[in-house]
């Protein structure tokens, strides 16, 4: 069975802080690993995708790795700030384009 | 349009009638995918459409729930004879070509469906 799971399910750090939000995978046949931030009451925002045959994406402030042999996926936060609390949510995109989700990392950013 | 955009944005029905969720796709995109968010089973799978054709329907839940998609563009999900479990959010997708290996999904704001 294809399971997504993420650690830590919630987190609160002080604005300024760098902090890592874990991904891990059961299944290693993957077409690419994606990341998404949602906030209340609104769709989700796509934040980075890897593909299967990367081993990181950087975008601005966000650093996304991937290491397939292993089912594992981070996802770096530089220098947080308040306007990053949301709800990341790491996706696994397998052969046909399905996208299996983990339960997500509720994460807080105090100023 | 610059999004995608679905609609309603709130729905409320009694136990038993029949919904229709509406998914309206960013122009240009082949692909269209629905999902489901509730608070016990967090965001899964439900359908995914390559054009107008559904190649994998394997996340439906049970034969109460369908989904069609015309002109390779609008699509709606139609659940019949709602039960109180099919209460959640309902998240459509769409992506510009499920053949891309970098085939990023676009989401709209959802479909809230509580089901009295």
């Known amino acids: 069975k294809q399971e997504v799971t993420q650690i830590p399910a919630a987190l609160s750090v002080p604005e300024g802080e760098n902090l890592v939000l874990n991904c891990s995978f059961t299944?290693?046949?993957?077409?690419?690993l994606q990341w998404f931030r949602q906030d209340p009451g609104k769709g989700l925002t796509s934040l980075l995708l890897?593909?299967?045959?990367?081993r990181e994406q950087t975008s601005g402030r966000l650093n996304a790795s991937l290491d397939k042999s292993s089912g594992r996926s981070t996802l770096y936060i530089a220098a947080s700030q308040p306007g990053d609390s949301a709800t990341y949510l790491c996706?696994?995109?397998?052969?046909?384009?399905?996208?299996?989700f983990g339960a997500g990392t509720i994460l807080r950013v105090k100023s | 349009g610059a999004g995608v955009s679905q609609s309603p944005s709130n729905k409320v029905t009694e136990k038993g009638k029949d919904v229709e969720l509406r998914c309206d796709p960013i122009?240009?995109?082949?692909?269209l995918y629905w999902y489901r968010q509730s608070l016990g089973q967090g965001l899964e799978f439900l359908i995914y459409?390559?054009?107008?054709?559904?190649?994998?329907k394997s996340g439906l839940p049970s034969d109460r729930f369908s989904a069609e998609r015309t002109g390779g563009s609008v699509s709606t999900l139609t659940i019949q004879r709602t039960q109180q479990e099919d209460s959640a959010v309902y998240l459509c997708?769409?992506?510009?070509?499920?053949?891309?290996?970098?085939?990023?999904?676009?989401f709209g704001a959802g479909t809230r469906l509580s089901v009295l």
């Open positions: 997708a769409s992506s510009l070509n499920v053949r891309l290996t970098k085939n990023i999904q676009y």
């Open positions: 299944d290693s046949a993957i077409y690419n």
């Open positions: 122009s240009g995109h082949t692909a």
């Open positions: 996706a696994v995109c397998y052969y046909g384009n399905k996208l299996v």
């Open positions: 459409f390559q054009g107008n054709s559904a190649p994998d």
């Open positions: 890897i593909q299967s045959s990367q």
